[in-house]
Nanobody
Framework: QVQLVESGGGLVQAGGSLRLSCLAS????????MAWFRQAPGKERAIVSV????????YYAHSVKGRFTISRDNAKNTVYLEMNSLKPEDTAVYYC???????????????WGQGTQVTVSS
């Protein structure tokens, strides 16, 4: 069992930056692929970025590539999402997820956090 708690969301102006954190409980954190998804009002939950257990492989959605960076610290049971050059269209609830392998689909993840709101004003 893994429990995930996100933090770091908030209100920021366009062009600004935020860093999201996701703290995981459980001793097997390092064996999971970790992902960030986001869901805007009226839209489906969509992949933002994924990092595999060893941090050797990452994936970014086209819309965030070059602006967002995912990283993990297995010693701290934490995964991060550094978000730069934020745009109003990045506004969404951001969710952390854990799964057995690197996947870009919602169904690939067994554990989810409660979400953290990111709002980017124009």
């Amino acid at each position: 069992q893994v429990q995930l708690v996100e933090s770091g969301g908030g209100l920021v102006q366009a062009g600004g930056s935020l860093r999201l954190s996701c703290l995981a409980s459980g001793r097997t954190f390092s064996s999971y692929a970790m992902a960030w998804f986001r869901q805007a009002p009226g839209k489906e939950r969509a992949i933002v970025s994924v990092i595999n257990w060893g941090a050797g492989n990452t994936y970014y959605a086209h819309s965030v590539k070059g602006r967002f960076t995912i990283s993990r610290d297995n010693a701290k049971n934490t995964v991060y999402l550094e978000m730069n050059s934020l745009k109003p269209e990045d506004t969404a609830v951001y969710y952390c997820a854990a799964g057995p392998v690197l996947s870009t689909g919602v169904s690939g993840y067994d554990y989810w956090g409660q979400g953290t709101q990111v709002t980017v004003s124009s």
